[in-house]
């Protein structure tokens, strides 16, 4: 018996083998959960399909989160395949490339309401339609970044939407708790996936946190571990959290002065 055997689940943010949510869907797999899938667009068909195949998902479905109808037919589709739900995993988060890098100061309003559109305003959206499918309560996860909390040059734009979405996690966990809902999110240190590639001097800051964090840098398996946890029954008394999973980067106030010399 796995801890979800029995249990089934959406997962939204599976782009590829590196992306972050597909390490959550082989940790959940293990554990015995069934999984559905939905991908941004057609280009991803070739890749998700294979996938999802791969751990014996029924449902493979395209949902482009900026668009309402989209949302509704999936959750559609979703209630024809599995009836209810007992999680949710929303993986996503999207600006212009050209939002992350340079000045700050410089974001346009379109860039802004795009990233905030689509990484933080989706999670309410997923969320209010995923809770029609949870009458038995559930768990709904979200990532986010250290960005949110502190300046990380070139984040810019998504740093912001970050923090609107760790608010959302709190705003829905108090909402949804009536329901018997939890929401929360896992606040990843950086891992080398297709959106990380899009801000400015990736590579530079893993490997800047690779040397500072206590425990380096993490990957998918750490994250898809910790999604075990928070979308679990043993996770049960917690909502509106925010669990970092960074090697432990977050509680440095400043690198060794030994790295420095
Ligand atoms: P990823 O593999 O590129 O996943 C991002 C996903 O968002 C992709 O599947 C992407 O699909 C999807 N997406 C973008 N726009 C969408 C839309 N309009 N509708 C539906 N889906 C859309 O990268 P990832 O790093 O695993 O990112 C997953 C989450 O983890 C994001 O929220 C990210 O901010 C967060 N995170 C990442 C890191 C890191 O260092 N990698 C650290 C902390 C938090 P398309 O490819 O088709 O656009």
Redesign the pocket.
Known sequence: MGLFTDKKGLI?????K????WGIAQALHEEGATLGFS???E??KKRVDPLAASLNSPFVEE????DDGAIDAVFAKAQEQFGTIDFLVH????APREELTGRFVDTTRAGFRTALD??CY?LVALAKRARTLMPDGGSIL????FGAEKVTPNYNV?GVA?AALEATVRYLAWDLGKDNIRVNAI??????????SGVGSFRKSLSYVGEVAPLGNVDQANVGDAGRFLLSNWSGGITGEVLHVDGGYNIMGAPDPEMME
Do not use: H, R
């Not at 993986?91 to 999207?94: E, G, R, T, W, Y």
């Open positions: 939204f943010g599976v782009a590829n590196n992306s972050i949510a991908y941004a667009g280009i991803l949902c482009d989160v900026t993986s996503i988060a999207f689509i990484s989706s979200t990532m986010t970044y998504m970050k606040s990843a240190g950086p891992i080398k996936t297709l959106a990380a």
